[in-house]
C-alpha cells in the first residue's frame, strides 16, 4: 500500500522555521518527482513547492520563494520553511508523481500520490 506521511507541523510565531518530513513507502519513489502543496481554510490547494527525482531542478510559487527549500534524500522529502507569516497557515501535503523520472510540475492533477496533510498555523 503506498503511503505518505507528513510530520513535523505545529504551531510557530511569525518569523520563525519550521522542517516539515515527508516519508514514503509501498513502491519506490526515489525515482520520481515529489512535491508540497497547501490548502488553508476555505481556500483551493495551491502549490508550494517540488523538485524533479535527481534533486537538481526545483520549482517554488512564488509566494514562497526565497523562504522556503525543498529537497529529498531518495525517497524522503522536505520542506525548510523560514520567515513564515500568518498567511502560511494552511494543511500542507506531500505528492508524489506516478511515472519516474518526470521533471517538475505544478498542477495538482499531475500527482497521483498525497499524504493525509499536516497541519501549520503560524501566529501574528
Known amino acids: 500500500q503506498v503511503q505518505l506521511v507528513e510530520s513535523g507541523g505545529t504551531l510557530v510565531q511569525a518569523g520563525g522555521s519550521l522542517r516539515l518530513s515527508c516519508a514514503a513507502s509501498g513502491r519506490t519513489f526515489s525515482s520520481t518527482a515529489m512535491g508540497w502543496f497547501r490548502q488553508a481554510p476555505g481556500q483551493e490547494r495551491q502549490f508550494v513547492a517540488a523538485i524533479d527525482w535527481s534533486g537538481g531542478s526545483t520549482s517554488y510559487a512564488d509566494s514562497v520563494k526565497g523562504r522556503f527549500s525543498i529537497s529529498r534524500d531518495g525517497a524522503k522529502l522536505y520542506l525548510q520553511m523560514n520567515s513564515l507569516k500568518p498567511e502560511d497557515t494552511a494543511v500542507y501535503y506531500c505528492?508524489?508523481?506516478?511515472?519516474?523520472?518526470?521533471?517538475?510540475?505544478?498542477?495538482?492533477?499531475?500527482?497521483?500520490?498525497w499524504g493525509q496533510g499536516t497541519q501549520v498555523s503560524v501566529s501574528a
Open positions: 505528492v508524489a508523481q506516478r511515472l519516474p523520472y518526470g521533471g517538475v510540475t505544478m498542477g495538482h492533477n499531475d500527482y497521483a500520490y
